[in-house]
């Protein structure tokens, strides 16, 4: 079992940045990735960005490539994103994932723990 928790977020105005992290309780050799995905009211949670543990790789949404940045401290078991250029359509709770094996890096069925999320607030 692998317990998330997930620091940051909060209230910003249009245009600000605000940053997350996740520390996972525990970590082995060959656990593939961790990532963020985030739910907005009414909507399903979509992925938002993800890193390789091993590799550094990151990948990102189309939506946020360019204005979020994900990083990783290996020796910490965390991870960290920044998010900067905000818009009221980033308003959304953010859920920390961690994925053991590989495969798609994309998809909310593909990992196995999940953080209570934490919310993030976009304001005009």
């Known amino acids: 079992q692998v317990q998330l928790v997930e620091s940051g977020g909060g209230s910003v105005e249009a245009g600000g940045s605000v940053s997350v992290s996740c520390q996972a309780s525990?970590?082995?050799?060959?656990?593939?990735?961790m990532g963020w995905f985030r739910q907005a009211p009414g909507r399903e949670r979509e992925f938002v960005a993800s890193i390789l543990w091993d590799k550094g790789v990151a990948f990102y949404a189309g939506s946020v490539k360019g204005r979020f940045t994900i990083s990783k401290d290996n020796s910490k078991n965390t991870i960290y994103m920044e998010m900067n250029s905000l818009t009221p359509e980033d308003t959304a709770i953010y859920y920390c994932?961690?994925?053991?094996?590989?495969?798609?890096?994309?998809?909310?069925?593909?990992?196995?723990?999940w953080g209570p999320g934490t919310q993030v607030t976009v304001t005009v």
């Open positions: 525990r970590r082995t050799i060959g656990d593939f990735a």
């Open positions: 994932a961690f994925k053991r094996q590989p495969g798609e890096w994309g998809e909310r069925t593909e990992y196995d723990y």
